[in-house]
């Protein structure tokens, strides 16, 4: 607990993830073993979505969250030297509400009106009002283009000449290569590029044209926005559906990510877009600044 810094003349009216009204409310059903929170917990007073019995903070397109994580005191301060923390454990039991009226912070730009649409972000849950979560527009690429020659033994491929990023477990294809050999491991070179790769298979390339592809972005540049786990991904060359899954390099900008679907060939540098949240059935019932706490319900 830190010193006290100041004193408020109007005490808050409550924290996020707190009840808002004695109004009746409903509990996501549970089942045998009820809700545990899942890898990298879950944030109390956000949006969060149920995987049979393992809640997540972060969800995927088109999927509307199970409900809102109640402010239950099992968060705990995770972080060394922080003053405060809403994260539940992995691990930790969780009551999710998917009826009731809360208590959330106005995560909006703007101040809410009454009975304005509530809006879930897909990356951490967190509450928006009137228009969907802002996401990202980045500039990515999947897999790789290259030239590459049988090394010694001829499971191995020489690469020179590379554009874009070569990933272990990519799918590699062109003249020499047999359908369906993949990237085992990186022998040498620069990590990526361009070096003597293992491969899944033996091949015969000679100085051929070859493209590596999976389920590996690699984003070079940001036009807007910010990229998190859970946000549905759009471009030319993208799969369809695709989700980012995990973060392997980077801060939610440019970097590596992890894409729960993996592409069926290379996809060159290209204009993606992620998509920021999904509406849900809960309606504003207070108004309430940017930053401020404010009411939601499902009663009408």
Request: with cysteine.
């Amino acid at each position: 607990m830190s010193f006290q810094t100041q004193v408020n003349l109007t005490p808050a009216p409550a924290q996020a993830g707190d009840f808002a009204s004695s109004n009746p409310r409903v509990s996501v059903l549970a089942g045998e073993g009820g809700l545990i929170a899942g890898s990298g917990g879950v944030i109390v007073g956000n949006f969060a979505w149920n995987n049979n019995g393992v809640v997540q903070s972060y969800g995927t397109a088109p999927n509307s969250p199970d409900g809102i994580v109640h402010r239950e005191m099992q968060a705990l301060i995770q972080t060394y030297l922080a003053e405060s923390g809403n994260n539940i454990p992995q691990g930790f039991p969780v009551n999710l509400f998917n009826e009731g009226d809360f208590w959330v912070k106005n995560n909006s730009a703007s101040a809410t009106t009454m009975n304005e649409f509530v809006y879930a972000r897909y990356s951490d849950g967190a509450v928006f009002f009137g228009s969907t979560p802002t996401g990202a527009t980045v500039t990515g690429s999947i897999g790789a283009t290259f030239t590459a020659s049988a090394g010694t033994p001829t499971t191995q491929l020489v690469v020179t000449a590379v554009t874009g990023l070569i990933s272990i477990g990519d799918t590699v294809s062109g003249t020499g290569i047999t359908a369906g050999t993949t990237i085992v491991s990186q022998a040498s070179g620069t990590t990526g590029g361009a070096g003597t790769y293992n491969l899944s298979a033996a091949n015969t390339c000679s100085a051929a044209t070859v493209t590596s592809f999976g389920n590996v972005l690699n984003v070079t540049a940001v036009s807007s926005g910010t990229l998190a786990i859970g946000d549905p991904v759009t471009g030319t060359g993208i799969p369809a559906s695709a989700n980012i899954s995990g973060i392997i390099t980077g801060t939610n900008g440019i970097g590596v990510y992890t894409l729960d679907v993996a592409a069926t060939a290379y996809a060159a540098s290209t204009t993606v877009t992620a998509v920021g949240g999904v509406v849900t059935s809960w309606k504003a019932k207070s108004v309430a600044n940017a930053g401020e706490l404010v009411k939601i319900s499902t009663w009408g």
